[in-house]
């Protein structure tokens, strides 16, 4: 699909808040959809591709440029037929571009116009990433979606260097349009593979809706907002998505990168947004933290040690029919690897059946009660 295809197929609205369905050559994602991520090829907690496909609802699996260029190397899971091939994974994946990586993880960092220089953080070896860099690994890995090399600020930033950082950014943009579309037409065999853009500017909004004004301009495939559930108060999360929502084409997805509780994406949905990603519901999992349609419970509370009830008694996942709450607190406890899998699994089925829910209520005309009775309830520590 060329860059600007209309892939997008918007169904139906509820004031902000989409429903809708993003075509792509790996499959068609239902919208709001949240995207599992598997950072270097697979979910942290022993989650399987085939897992993904056959009991937990999986729509989209998220990977990761940077880890994925670090080890074991683009070149080499090219090589094995890219990432569909090499993780069994048939659905839609989405790339992320690495800049968040290059950002958060490298010490020692270098930024300059034509990309950054940096430190891995696997081995201290000295790696270049730029925007042609990225789109060249992320077409090595074969993804559905691949993502702008963009430059991430962190929060609260000086407005000078906010600004700076989302000049470059959509500098580096039209680099990586430019790359991919020369990639594609240099291809042996025709590639599909879509450029999503991210939105910058901090906590500011006139920045942001600047930035995002140009960005649309370019039309992209999608559109992401990025640099936001860094730090920052929710209220200002929301504010600047509100602020962006009405310059984002209509006819597009929209992405709310990293983000976040269950809380978040039904509130960013009311807003507006179509796609979601967070290693949250797998990190808080492996800690024992699990989402139930109650709130979040902390198995290692020692009122759970000796309760036969699943960790939601309404919960159709392969966990919540098969164990208790006292056997995975026993796990937990005695340091067991299938401890992890199971609240991973539990957590992930969670999310994904939270983005059914939405779809459902926006196909049925009811989303503000779903919104209203669960935006502060599933957030809520039991």
Not at 20 to 30: N, S
Not at 166 to 176: E, G, N, S, V
């Amino acid at each position: 699909m060329p860059v600007g295809y209309v892939v997008f197929l918007l169904i139906k609205t509820e004031d902000a808040a989409r429903l809708g369905a993003l075509k792509t050559c790996h499959g068609t994602i239902q919208t709001p959809a949240f995207m599992n991520v598997a950072t270097g090829g697979a979910i942290k907690g022993a989650v399987s591709t085939y897992d993904m496909q056959t009991a937990l609802h999986t729509q989209v699996m998220l990977c990761n440029t940077y880890h994925l260029h670090v080890r074991p190397g683009d070149s080499l899971v090219r090589d094995m037929g890219g990432l569909h091939a090499f993780t069994g994974w048939q659905g839609p994946i989405l790339t992320d571009s690495g800049g968040f990586q290059v950002f958060s993880l490298a010490k020692l960092r270098n930024i300059r116009e034509e990309g950054v220089t940096f430190a891995s953080h696997v081995n201290g070896a000295r790696v270049f990433m730029g925007p042609e860099e990225s789109m060249r690994i992320q077409s090595n890995l074969g993804s559905t979606i691949a993502m702008a090399f963009d430059e991430c600020v962190e929060n609260p930033a000086p407005y000078a260097y906010a600004k700076a950082a989302a000049d470059r950014t959509t500098r580096w943009l039209l680099r990586c349009k430019n790359e991919l579309e020369r990639l594609k037409n240099e291809a042996e065999e025709p590639r599909e593979q879509m450029l999503f853009g991210i939105n910058q500017g901090c906590t500011y909004d006139d920045l942001r809706v600047a930035h995002m004004q140009e960005i649309a301009a370019l039309h992209l495939d999608g559109y992401a907002i990025g640099g936001l559930a860094v730090g920052e108060p929710k209220e200002e999360m929301y504010r600047i998505i509100a602020a962006v929502e009405p310059h984002m084409p209509r006819q597009k997805p929209r992405y709310l990168m990293g983000v976040g509780t269950p809380g978040n994406i039904l509130e960013a949905v009311r807003l507006g947004v179509d796609l979601f990603d967070c290693v949250m519901p797998s990190r808080n999992a492996r800690h024992g933290h699990l989402n139930t349609w109650e709130g979040v419970i902390n198995l290692h509370n020692k009122k759970y040690a000796d309760d036969a009830q699943p960790i939601d008694p309404t919960c159709a996942c392969p966990t919540c029919q098969r164990h208790s709450r006292a056997y995975l607190r026993h796990l937990l406890k005695a340091g067991e690897m299938l401890a992890l899998r199971l609240c991973v699994m539990h957590n992930l089925f969670f999310y994904n059946t939270l983005m059914e829910r939405i779809r459902a209520a926006l196909a049925a005309g009811s989303f503000a009660q779903l919104h209203e009775q669960y935006v502060n309830l599933l957030d809520r520590r039991i």
